[in-house]
C-alpha cells in the first residue's frame, strides 16, 4: 500500500547569471517519484532566463541547460497535466540534486527570485 | 523499455539573414533518435519588432493584442542514416504571456502555439548508424526586420539508449502520447 507523497525544493536566485545547485534528502518512506515541475514567483524571468539539471539518486533525469520554459505551462492547463511525467524512478539513496542557472535575456530585467521544484511520488503507507 | 537521454545543442546566431551549419554528437551507446525539441533564447536588448507592427513586450501583459508568437528562423535537421531531413520547424519565439486566454471573443486571433497544454517533445523515429546530426538553421526574423538580432536556440535531441529504464520513461515514449493530444485539443 502506497500513499502519495509530494515536496517543493526552493532555491534563491540572489544575481543575474546565476547558477545555485541544491541537494535534498528525502524521506526514508519515500519510494518512487513520478512526476515533477517547476514554479516560481516570478514566472516571467524563470521562463525566459532559467535553465536547469535534475538528478535523482544520482541518475541524470535531463542534463544541465535544459530550459525551464519546456516545463512550465500556464495555470490553465488542468492540475492533472501540468507536471512532467518520468515514469516511476525509485528514490534509491534519496537524494535529489536540482541546479539551476540564471541567463541574462533580452526580454527580462533581472530581479531576485524564487525558483521551485516540485516533485511528486509515492511513499509506504 | 529502454532509456531515453537528452543531448542538447545550442547554436547562436548574431547576423541578419545569417545561415548556420552545426553539428550534434550523440553518445556511443546510442541505438536511435526517437524525440526533438526546440527552444530559443533572445539575446539582443531592447525591444525588437516582429511581424505585424507588434513588439516583443519586456513584461507580461494583459491587454488585448494581435501580436503573436514570432518566427525567427528555420531548422533543419539531417541524419547520415536518411537522405533527406528528418526534421524541419520554422522556430517560434513562445511568448510568456502567450498562455493567456482569448478574451476578445474571437474578434483577434489567438496565438497558435501557447502554454494553454503542457509540451510533449516532437516525437521521430531515425535510426543510428554514425554519431552525428547534421543540422542547419537559416536565419528569417533579422532579414524581416532589416536588423541583427542576437539571439541563441537550443536543439535537445531525445536519444534511445542501451541501457535499462529502470522505471524511467517520459511522457512522449507513452505510445498513448499523440491520442492525449488530439484529444486534448479536441476539448
Known amino acids: ?125 | 523499455m529502454k532509456r531515453a537521454r537528452l543531448i542538447i545543442k545550442e547554436v547562436q546566431i548574431t547576423r541578419q539573414g545569417e545561415i548556420k551549419n552545426f553539428q550534434i554528437k550523440l553518445p556511443k551507446d546510442t541505438t536511435r533518435i526517437i524525440a526533438i525539441e526546440t527552444d530559443v533564447r533572445m539575446d539582443s536588448d531592447g525591444i525588437v519588432l516582429i511581424g505585424g507592427g507588434g513588439v516583443i513586450s519586456k513584461t507580461p501583459y494583459l491587454f488585448w493584442t494581435q501580436a503573436t508568437n514570432p518566427v525567427l528562423g528555420k531548422l533543419k535537421l539531417r541524419s547520415m542514416e536518411r537522405t533527406n531531413i528528418f526534421y524541419e520547424e520554422w522556430l517560434h519565439l513562445i511568448l510568456f504571456n502567450a498562455g493567456i486566454p482569448d478574451m476578445s471573443g474571437g474578434l483577434f486571433v489567438t496565438n497558435p502555439t501557447s502554454l494553454n497544454k503542457n509540451k510533449v517533445a516532437k516525437k521521430v523515429d531515425v535510426p543510428k548508424e554514425t554519431t552525428v546530426i547534421n543540422g542547419i538553421y537559416n536565419d528569417t526574423i533579422g532579414v524581416a526586420v532589416k536588423k541583427d538580432i542576437g539571439y541563441t536556440i537550443k536543439v535537445f535531441v531525445w536519444v534511445e539508449t542501451e541501457e535499462e529504464s529502470e522505471g524511467v520513461t517520459f511522457d512522449f515514449q507513452n505510445e498513448n502520447t499523440e491520442n492525449n493530444e488530439s484529444k486534448t485539443e479536441k476539448n
Open chain 1, 1 to 125: 500500500m502506497t500513499k502519495f507523497f509530494s515536496q517543493d525544493i526552493d532555491v534563491q536566485i540572489t544575481a543575474a547569471g546565476q547558477t545555485v545547485k541544491r541537494t535534498v534528502e528525502l524521506d526514508k518512506s519515500v519510494k518512487t517519484i513520478t512526476h515533477y515541475t517547476i514554479l516560481s514567483n516570478r514566472e516571467d524571468l524563470a521562463y525566459y532566463r532559467g535553465s536547469f539539471r535534475l538528478v535523482i539518486n544520482k541518475d541524470e533525469i535531463v542534463p544541465e541547460g535544459y530550459s525551464t520554459k519546456k516545463i512550465m505551462c500556464w495555470p490553465t492547463v488542468s492540475a492533472d497535466d501540468r507536471l512532467k511525467s518520468i515514469g516511476n524512478r525509485s528514490t534509491g539513496n534519496g537524494l535529489i540534486d536540482f541546479e539551476y542557472t540564471d541567463t541574462n535575456d533580452g526580454l527580462t530585467v533581472f530581479a531576485p527570485y524564487t525558483v521551485t521544484l516540485s516533485v511528486e511520488g509515492e511513499r509506504e503507507a
